[in-house]
């Protein structure tokens, strides 16, 4: 899976020391924090939440979290294997984390913003 983050993430480079939490929950438990922090109520691909803290000598980038009930739905679509596709939304939401938006709000094709 690093492999495949690396190669869609070419050329960011990160601070010593950087911590990203990546966690895998299904639709249900994405739908309830994209409900929570973003006011929609539906399941989505991937979210992400910065928070750019330094402690103790560690920099702490943020949370990417990736729902694989949508990435197993995905996966299908675009032609890729389960681990590619979590690899794919995992890689897009560092790239939020870094301040990568989209030109549109309403985009959620996660292979438009990294390909």
């Given at each position: 899976?690093?492999?495949?983050?690396?190669?869609?993430?070419?050329?960011?480079?990160?601070?010593?020391?950087?911590?990203?939490?990546?966690?895998?929950?299904?639709?249900?438990?994405?739908?309830?924090?994209?409900k929570?922090?973003?006011?929609?109520?539906?399941?989505?691909?991937?979210?992400?939440?910065?928070?750019?803290?330094?402690?103790?000598?560690?920099?702490?980038?943020?949370?990417?979290v990736?729902?694989k009930?949508?990435?197993?739905?995905q996966?299908?679509?675009?032609?890729?294997?389960?681990?590619?596709?979590?690899?794919?939304?995992?890689a897009?939401?560092?790239?939020?984390?870094?301040?990568?938006h989209h030109?549109?709000?309403?985009?959620?094709?996660v292979?438009?913003?990294?390909?």
């Open positions: 899976m690093k492999k495949h983050i690396t190669e869609n993430t070419p050329g960011i480079k990160s601070k010593n020391n950087t911590i990203i939490n990546i966690n895998i929950v299904n639709d249900n438990d994405i739908k309830i924090l994209n929570k922090y973003f006011e929609r109520n539906y399941p989505t691909d991937v979210l992400s939440f910065n928070y750019n803290q330094e402690v103790d000598g560690e920099y702490y980038l943020g949370d990417v990736v729902n009930d949508q990435a197993e739905r996966c299908k679509e675009y032609g890729n294997d389960l681990e590619h596709e979590i690899a794919e939304l995992v897009h939401g560092i790239l939020h984390l870094l301040g990568v030109e549109d709000d309403n985009e959620s094709d292979h438009g913003v990294i390909t």
